[in-house]
């Protein structure tokens, strides 16, 4: 068993059920703290921005976990971005799988290094990866320098791997264009994407950045219904009203 005493605070937050997060699973939602985007339509910002995040003690977090082992499935691991953590994320997820749970890891794949690891010690059970962009656009939406490289590399892993995983991006229609839209269904298809789904962006209470409603935003996602069908395996859009 992971020694405990190698565990560090990395989680700042906990959701103690969720029945939605982890398809056929009943799960709890670990969040980290800390990311390297800063996304204005993310909902998140407790767990991004450096002067809102805090730590929750470990021992809070080891309690619950064991408490609940024997009426959930699953641990779902989100954030911010939990690979900013490296080893000792990994520390956690090898401490957790020793209960029992499964584990879905949300990421923005561009820590490739940290993926693999976790792919060579199977360690995840399910990938949930938000691709942001077309990606010479990337850098408008996380407001952050980006290495395309990596991030390439990190969704081929994962893409390339057996593990149940899903691709999506969050629709906003001041950021994103139909042309956008289109050119993200044509890079993911060349990298041979099989699960691929939009989301249309629903205004939070509060947001990393200043962030209006989206109006728009519904139709035009819901335009690109037949070209997901005809163009991934399993498709949908998510958050219609």
């Known amino acids: 068993m992971e ?11 906990l959701q103690k059920f ?6 056929g699973n009943l799960s709890m939602i670990l969040f980290t703290g800390g990311c390297n985007f800063r996304c204005s339509y993310c909902h998140n910002p407790d767990f991004v921005l450096p002067e809102l995040i805090k730590f929750e003690e470990k021992n809070k977090i080891l309690e619950f ?4 082992k024997n009426t ?14 490296g080893e000792n994320l990994i520390n956690w997820i090898k401490y957790i799988k020793t209960l029992g749970y499964k584990i879905k890891l949300d990421t923005n794949a561009t820590k490739p290094k940290i993926i693999k690891q976790l792919l060579n010690e199977n360690l995840i059970d399910y990938f949930a990866i938000d691709y942001k ?16 490289k990596e991030l390439i590399e990190g969704l081929k892993l994962v893409i390339n791997s057996k593990i149940p995983y899903e691709i999506r991006t969050t629709i906003h229609s001041d950021l994103h264009t139909r042309e956008d839209i289109s050119q993200m269904i044509k890079e993911l298809k060349e990298l041979k994407v099989k699960h691929y789904y939009l989301q249309a962006f629903n205004k939070p209470s509060k947001s990393v950045g200043e962030i209006s409603d989206g109006l728009g935003t519904q139709s035009l996602v819901k335009q690109f219904q ?3 069908n005809s163009s991934f395996e399993i498709s949908e859009i998510r958050n219609l009203n």
């Open 18 to 23: 969720s029945s939605i997060d982890f398809e």
């Open 3 to 13: 020694n405990i005493k190698n565990l560090k605070p990395i989680f700042s937050a």
């Open 72 to 85: 959930l499935d699953s641990v779902v691991i989100c954030g911010g971005e939990p690979t900013l953590h």
């Open 65 to 68: 976990l064991e408490k609940r």
């Open 133 to 148: 962009a077309p990606i010479d656009k990337y850098e408008q939406i996380i407001k952050m320098p980006l290495n395309k």
């Open 226 to 228: 037949e070209e997901l």
